[in-house]
């Protein structure tokens, strides 16, 4: 009788770990990034149960092959991914706006949440986020002339997880080259 247990959580054992060869790749969009060798692929990793596991950005070198991979939460969101490309300031930047945290800790992360703004550099071997966990960013633009981004939202300064009359409207301004908070507004 032991050794039928046995053989069979073993066999439990190996068929829920021999599950993961099932899971789904699926590339959501190929993005040149001009001026240099490497094409970003959106990369979204399923279970056979349809839930994300992890999704990434690859930033594939197109000359050799080799490729570096982004992560981010597996129920998160990437959202608009842009590259910025200023010659005459030497900028050459990823920008990707995507919701990473689940600010209520209750449901995974959904349309509630903030978005948050991540700057990568254009081989994907570097990334810094922008604003803070708690800042709601609404929208975002590029000044080419200044090399800055220019972000609006709020910051949700009672920490309730929601958009309310005490909540804080802000103007971000970033330095693109430097990654540095030049002004609060």
Aim: with cysteine.
């Amino acid at each position: 009788m032991k050794l039928y247990i046995t053989c069979l959580l073993t066999a439990l054992t190996f068929s829920a770990f021999g599950q993961d060869k099932y899971d789904y790749i699926q590339f959501n969009k190929l993005t040149e990034v001009k001026g240099t060798d490497y094409v970003i692929a959106s990369v979204d990793n399923r279970s056979k149960m349809a839930e994300s596991k992890n999704k990434y950005l690859l930033f594939i070198d197109t000359k050799n092959g080799s490729s570096t991979q982004v992560d981010f939460p597996g129920d998160g969101y990437i959202g608009q991914v842009e590259q910025v490309k200023i010659d005459t300031l030497e900028i050459n930047k990823i920008i990707v706006a995507a919701k990473t945290l689940d600010l209520d800790g209750k449901s995974g992360i959904d349309w509630s949440d903030p978005q948050q703004i991540f700057v990568l550099s254009a081989d994907g071997k570097t990334k810094k986020q922008l604003t803070e966990n708690r800042f709601f960013t609404q929208t975002w633009a590029v000044n080419h002339q200044t090399g800055t981004i220019v972000i609006t939202g709020h910051k949700d300064s009672n920490e309730n997880g929601k958009y309310d009359k005490t909540d804080k409207n802000e103007i971000l301004i970033f330095d693109l080259k430097t990654l540095e908070l030049k002004r609060k507004i």
